[in-house]
Structures are given as C-alpha cells and as structure tokens.
C-alpha cells in the first residue's frame, strides 16, 4: 500500500502494527501446522518463559491470533523428526523458525568466544573448556541427554539459577550453537548434537557476515512490528544500539524503512515497506505477558496509552494488578487486564483481578473477556470458571461466566 503523507495519526500507527502481528486476519476455520506456520511468518518468533500459572507462554501467542488450536501442532514443529522452528535466543529465549539458523550463526560464534553471554558463563567456560568438551563427548557418545542426566553433572547449587556444572556446561553449548534442544520433558531441556536436530539444509546453508545477518535480523523486525521506533526495532532481536542504528541507515536507503512521524510519539517513527494499513481490526484476545505485541514496555505506551509492566516478582502486597495479568485486546485497543490461573487440579479457571481501562465501560470489558474466557477454559481442559474478586465487573463476569 502507497502512504500518501510521511505523517501517522496513532491510530493509524496501531493499525499498522496489529496488522503486521496477524491481528487483521480472521481466525482460520481449523488450525492446522501450515496456519501456525503462517502465524511465524508475521511474528518471526515466540518467547519461551517457564511461568506456567496459566499456561507456558510459548503456546499464548498462536491462541490470541488463531483460536483454540492443538498444542502439539507447536511441539511437532519444534520438536518432531522435520522440525521447523528451533530453540535459541532471539528475542530471550525463544521458538524460531529454522530459517534464522543461519541469521543467527553469529550470535552464537560470539557466544563461542565467550561474547554477549552471561558474564558467569562466559567465565565457566574459560576456566572448565576441558570439562565442556568432555560434556559434548558424552553426548556425542550418548544422544540427547538432560543436565541431570550426565554422567558427571554434579549438583546444582540450591537457588532456582543455581545450575550444576553440567548445565553450565551445557547451556555454553546451546549459546555457542553446538548444541540444541531435542525435545523437552515437562519443561526440562533435553540437549542434543545441533548437527544431529536440525534439517541438513539449514545447516548448510552459507551463514552471513555479522553486519548483513544484522541487518536482516532487522528487516524481519519491521515487518513483524509495521511500524516502529529504532528501540522497537532493535529490541525484538535484542541487537545493540551500535548494530541497530548502522542497519537503521542501510534499511532506509533501500526503501526497506520510511521514516515518519507519528502522533504522540517524541522518538521518530519508522514504517516498514510491506506494512499494510487497514481501515479497521476487529480483534478480540488475550494477551500473554511475553506476547510480541506487547513485550516492548514503552510501545505500549506509545501505541495504546497502555502501562503496563509484569509483577511476577514484585510482593504480592505491593502488585497493582495481578500476577499473572494478561492485557484484553478488543478491536484497535486495549481495553483491560485480567489476572488469570488455571487450578488444574481443581478444574478450574480463576480470575483472580480484572480492571478496565480508563475510559472503556464495564459492560463492554465483561462481554469481551466472556466471548475470550469460555473457549480458553475448554482449550485449557478445564470445567468451570471462577470469579475471585467482588465488585461491579465481577459481577457482571459472573453473569456472563457464572460458575458451574
């Protein structure tokens, strides 16, 4: 589509960026892998965190855009003989398409070298190279292995990052690119030889030089955001600000990026290419807390007035909102947020708080999150819903969600 002017209203700017997230496409009548394939392809990667109050982020993102769908549509990709998506660090940690393998080669060739990793790793490393090769050996002779399953692993130091020194071990290996996940049991990584996991023509396929893999990195961030600052741009592959500033330059004398100005926004604006611009998007989901549409902090402010911030580690005294809370999309805006858990043993769907946004009318937040709440409780296997909370909106959710 043609921009007539190098000006955006922000709500065409937010249209843009719903859009570029999948937001403006119908649900597909049935979910099946190449509808989650084409989820990937707006929104390049899904973040893998191991809160599971609700349930584990990575499998949120595909629901929002989607519908209910099989899980295992996920697992299968990931995890299956001709896997298409891989484990690494994209965002954080993060589900990928295979594709990037060789985008990201570098990343992994700093983390070799002891670059852009955790500085205690990076010391592990030096000081225990022998030990590490001895791991990789294992594995080598072995298979896909667990940290708790080698040989010599040792014990793990008590806290929830107190990693033994098998993981240690292992995890330098999954930086460097040595090795990847095989599968994962419950949440528990399963290790395996890279060149053993991932299809043959992506692992040979010729890796690119540091600055064109950067600047790649970057066209796939303009296209999953539409439009975006240079913070949006560089954080959604996490690139520094050096890295992010010279493909900034090279992507807009390309035509890859215009810059343009956006209302409300003080930091200049940049819109992709390919970006669509609908007239309107008439979405309703649930967001995860590690949902790209969400995850930057200063986007959301930007984008939909919306301060938003996660209160997993804050005490429970001092949270605001929730701990688990989700932000409610409905059309163009978000209009609330909900604390939600799913009590597996009890079979049931909690929600804990929910607030409105200034402005948005109760009756409308309630209908919303009853046409959101019921298929995500059946989706969850769960029976039943239950209102913790008193008040105006619980009320009106319990009228529309009543318990059963």
Not at 346 to 358: G, K, P
Request: proline content about 5%; aromatic content about 10%; overall charge neutral.
């Amino acid at each position: 589509m043609i921009f007539p002017t190098h000006s955006l209203s922000q709500a065409e700017a937010r249209r843009i960026a719903l859009a570029a997230q999948g937001f403006a496409n119908p649900p597909p009548a049935a979910v099946d892998e190449r509808a989650v394939e084409q989820a990937f392809a707006h929104i390049k990667l899904v973040q893998i965190d191991s809160v599971n109050v609700l349930v584990r982020s990575h499998y949120l993102p595909l629901m929002a855009r989607l519908g209910p769908y099989a899980t295992e549509l996920i697992d299968h990709l990931a995890y299956g003989e001709n896997r298409r998506l891989f484990e690494y660090w994209g965002h954080e940690a993060s589900l990928i398409p295979v594709e990037f393998f060789p985008l990201l080669r570098w990343r992994m060739e700093r983390a070799a070298r002891g670059e852009g990793i955790y500085s205690r790793l990076a010391r592990f490393a030096e000081e225990r190279g022998d030990y590490i090769e001895s791991v990789f050996d294992e594995l080598v002779r072995r298979g896909p292995l667990s940290a708790r399953e080698l040989s010599s692993g040792g014990p793990g130091r008590g806290s929830w990052w107190g990693w033994s020194d098998g993981k240690r071990a292992l995890e330098y290996l999954f930086w460097a690119g040595r090795v990847t996940t095989a599968y994962r049991r419950g949440f528990e990584r399963v290790y395996e030889l890279t060149e053993r996991v991932l299809p043959q023509h992506v692992l040979a396929a010729k890796p690119h030089d540091e600055a064109t893999a950067q600047r790649e990195l970057m066209r796939h961030a303009s296209k999953a955001l539409g439009v975006a600052s240079e913070l949006d741009l560089r954080d959604y592959f996490r690139l520094s600000a050096c890295e992010a500033k010279r493909c900034l330059h090279e992507l807009i004398e390309d035509g890859a990026l215009t810059p343009v100005e956006i209302e409300g926004w003080s930091s200049a604006g940049y819109l992709a290419a390919e970006a669509r611009s609908p007239k309107s998007i008439d979405a309703e989901a649930l967001l995860s807390p590690f949902d790209s549409l969400v995850w930057q902090r200063q986007r959301n402010e930007r984008l939909f007035n919306f301060h938003y911030r996660l209160e997993f580690y804050v005490p429970a005294a001092k949270r605001r909102y929730g701990y688990y809370v989700l932000p409610v999309l409905s059309g163009e805006n978000l209009v609330g947020r909900v604390d939600l858990k799913a009590d597996r043993q009890a079979r049931t769907l909690r929600v804990i708080s929910l607030h409105a946004e200034n402005g948005v009318d109760d009756t409308r937040l309630t209908e919303v999150l009853a046409r959101l709440l019921i298929p995500l409780m059946a989706w969850l296997k769960l029976d039943r819903i239950n209102v913790v909370p008193g008040g105006a909106l619980a009320a009106l959710i319990k009228h529309h969600c009543p318990d059963r």
